[in-house]
T-cell receptor, first 113, second 111 residues
Framework: NAGVTQTPKFRVLKTGQSMTLLCAQD?????MYWYRQDPGMGLRLIHY???????AKGEVPDGYNVSRLKKQNFLLGLESAAPSQTSVYFC????????????FGQGTRLTVV | EDQVTQSPEALRLQEGESSSLNCSYT??????LFWYRQDPGKGPEFLFT???AGEEKEKERLKATLTKKESFLHITAPKPEDSATYLC????????????FGQGTTLQVKP
């Protein structure tokens, strides 16, 4: 039982480059989330999805785009990376119909130089 | 707008020295308050869910309580292995599915 898997685990980007972070869950959860975590800032919600084909903005959506084409996958895109996007990114999923808690991936450490 | 504030930001305790972490929240129609533990380099792990004022949950040395404005995570006789960052999150009824976290409290327990 893999749970929530994030790919890649580490990445270094140059300013202006683009990339996509992949989150995959095998628990058939409806809700999925992307957070970023910076020192002293806790987890800040970037975007989230309440079901296949849906997305919504969180607290800090600027500079990011997301897609949820399949229920098990939630993609986070950076079209033109900036140093301010250096952070650790976490994906989470949950199913409010069952246990309400969110399950997290192990994180992606992204550095933009 | 949903908001979560945790205090203190950092807490150092001696082994066996009990204390409490605070999570103050502002939310429209609380549907759930969650406590998580996060170890360095890892994703958060679920500890407790609380739904209504007066509710309490316990797990080993941890006890979570809830009022209408805040939640406390009480740590009784902590051990060094309790050292971690503790995160609080809320889901309100005004934003379906939205889960908002506080900035966390980093706990260090010295032997």
């Amino acid at each position: 039982n893999a749970g929530v898997t994030q790919t890649p685990k580490f990445r270094v980007l140059k300013t202006g480059q683009s990339m996509t972070l992949l989150c995959a869950q095998d628990m058939n959860h409806e809700y999925m989330y992307w957070y970023r975590q910076d020192p002293g800032m806790g987890l800040r919600l970037i975007h989230y999805s309440v079901g296949e084909g849906t997305t919504a903005k969180g607290e800090v959506p600027d500079g990011y785009n997301v897609s949820r084409l399949k229920k098990q996958n939630f993609l986070l895109g950076l079209e033109s990376a900036a140093p301010s996007q250096t952070s650790v990114y976490f994906c989470a999923s949950r199913d409010p119909r069952g246990f309400p808690e969110a399950f997290f991936g192990q994180g992606t450490r992204l550095t933009v130089v | 707008e949903d908001q979560v504030t945790q205090s203190p930001e950092a807490l150092r305790l001696q082994e066996g020295e009990s204390s409490s972490l605070n999570c103050s929240y502002t939310v429209s129609g609380l549907r759930g308050l969650f406590w998580y533990r996060q170890d360095p380099g890892k994703g958060p792990e679920f500890l407790f869910t609380l739904y209504s004022a007066g509710e309490e949950k316990e797990k080993e040395r941890l006890k979570a309580t809830l009022t209408k404005k805040e939640s406390f995570l009480h740590i009784t006789a902590p051990k060094p292995e309790d050292s971690a960052t503790y995160l609080c999150a809320v889901q309100g009824s005004s934003n379906t599915g939205k889960l908002i976290f506080g900035q966390g409290t980093t706990l260090q327990v010295k032997p």
